[in-house]
Each structure stands twice: as C-alpha cells, then as structure tokens.
C-alpha cells in the first residue's frame, strides 16, 4: 500500500557530507511525522532524528547533534538527512520511516519502514 524508498547513500571520507533522501509512494504521507534510523553491523537499530508534519517538531540523536539535519518536503512526499562532519562511526545502514505520531517514532516503533541506504565512513 505505502513505501519508503531511500536513496543517497555510498562512501564518503570521514569529515565529508552526505545527503540522504526518502520519498513516499502509494499513499500520501504529508502529514505524517517521519524520521531516520541508522544499524551497524551486530548493533541494534538506533533513532537518528525525527520531523513533524509541519516541520516545526524536531529531534535528534545526541551522537548527531550540531552535524546531521533533517527537513522534509511535503510537496515531494520526501524527508532529508543532510550529514555533515561525517565519521567512521557514522557507518551503517540508515532506514527512512514515517508514522502517525512522532512520539511513536522517537521509541522506534513506526509503522512504516524502508528498505535502508548503506552509508559508509571511511577515515
């Protein structure tokens, strides 16, 4: 009924920039909170940063604060992770998910997931 299709993501040196994309299909998601989450190999997946509706709501990791953003465009249906200061413990893979409450996708427990973006720090 509904997917999340992230895009952006490959190798990047660390210090580099990097812009993650997430663009919804099937159903329009343009007041749906939405967020980014992140798993590195033998880790559990862990919460990036999260967006209401209207873009005001905003929340982050405190290992992504002051280096990653995130912004969306309803119009598109899309959400944006711009990385900034990249580091090799940024390295993982980094789903795209959306929900009807932000709170719900602060605790990682959304309703809608993507397939994931491998982003890759190398020092």
């Known amino acids: 009924q509904v997917q999340l299709v992230e895009s952006g993501g490959g190798l990047v040196q660390a210090g580099g920039s990097l812009r993650l994309s997430c663009a919804a299909s099937?159903?329009?998601?343009?007041?749906?909170?939405m967020g980014w989450f992140r798993q590195a190999p033998g880790k559990e997946r862990e919460f990036v940063a999260a967006i209401g509706w209207g873009g005001v709501n905003i929340y982050y990791a405190d290992s992504v604060k002051g280096r990653f953003t995130i912004s969306r465009d309803n119009a598109k249906n899309t959400v944006y992770l711009q990385m900034n200061s990249l580091k090799p413990e940024d390295t993982a893979v980094y789903y795209c998910a959306a929900d009807g409450r932000i709170a719900r996708i602060r605790e990682g427990v959304v309703e809608y997931w993507g397939k994931g973006t491998l982003v890759t720090v190398s020092l």
């Open positions: 099937g159903r329009t998601f343009s007041t749906y909170p």
